[in-house]
């Protein structure tokens, strides 16, 4: 159960600057020039951008492709799934590990943009509204995924 928390907790502290690495650190640079102004938003746009993989719109219209599908806030999500379902160890803990470090950082993400005076009434009504789902399930196919493979993974070397 230790081993679960602690990789939660990692996962967490990941999802502060993960989609950065994969983006060659734009979001980050865009944070620190939100942070100017207030900086429970820029956390919140840290956190936030991991939910910008919009599953529904890509399954739904397309264009098919590789670079379309393993976009930054997906590979990000994977990773954060990875190290916590590896630091977790097994593939039910690693499945819930991926699954608790996407939802904590969706419940971070709303209550810092509360606190920074985000409207995120916008982004939960009309036409984003499917936008916002299918970046929620993208997250988490990214979080559940990558939590599997590290699970297994800490598993198989486990054995050895």
Request: glycine content about 14%; overall charge negative; some cysteine.
């Amino acid at each position: 159960m230790v081993r679960l928390a602690i990789g939660v907790g990692v996962g967490i502290i990941l999802s502060f600057f993960s989609v950065s690495l994969f983006n060659e650190w734009e979001t980050f640079r865009t944070s620190l020039q939100f942070s100017q102004y207030s900086v429970l938003q820029a956390i919140g746009n840290l956190i936030g951008d991991i939910f910008d993989f919009d599953i529904i719109h890509f399954f739904s219209s397309g264009p098919y492709n590789i670079d379309n599908f393993f976009q930054p806030a997906l590979l990000a999500c994977l990773l954060m799934g990875l190290i916590s379902g590896a630091i977790a160890r097994g593939l039910r803990r690693g499945f819930i590990a991926g699954v608790l470090v996407i939802v904590l950082s969706l419940l971070i993400w709303i209550c810092l943009s509360i606190f920074a005076g985000t409207d995120l009434i916008s982004l939960f009504q009309g036409p984003q509204l499917i936008e916002t789902i299918g970046g929620i399930l993208g997250a988490l196919t990214g979080g559940i995924l990558g939590g599997l493979a590290g699970g297994f993974i800490s598993r198989i070397r486990e054995t050895d």
